[in-house]
């Protein structure tokens, strides 16, 4: 699930811990891509910290 930016409304841990109980396959599956989502919001998030950090290092080089 999102909220109304697209963003999960769980954490992939949240998520992940759901889908470790789950018994039912359609479920698991469900849930499967609901934790993918979360893990690639979560690695699109770092990476633009880690992009905006390294900027001023760049500017301050030239």
């Given at each position: 699930m999102?909220?109304?930016d697209?963003?999960?409304?769980?954490?992939w841990?949240?998520?992940?811990?759901?889908?470790?109980?789950?018994?039912?396959?359609?479920?698991?599956a469900?849930?499967?891509?609901?934790?993918?989502r979360?893990?690639?919001?979560r690695?699109?998030r770092i990476?633009?910290?880690i992009r905006?950090?390294?900027q001023?290092a760049k500017?301050?080089?030239?």
């Amino acid at each position: 699930m999102a909220d109304s930016d697209g963003r999960p409304t769980r954490t992939w841990q949240e998520i992940a811990a759901e889908a470790g109980k789950e018994t039912d396959p359609l479920k698991v599956a469900a849930l499967t891509e609901e934790l993918e989502r979360a893990l690639a919001e979560r690695d699109a998030r770092i990476k633009i910290a880690i992009r905006s950090a390294e900027q001023p290092a760049k500017r301050k080089a030239s």
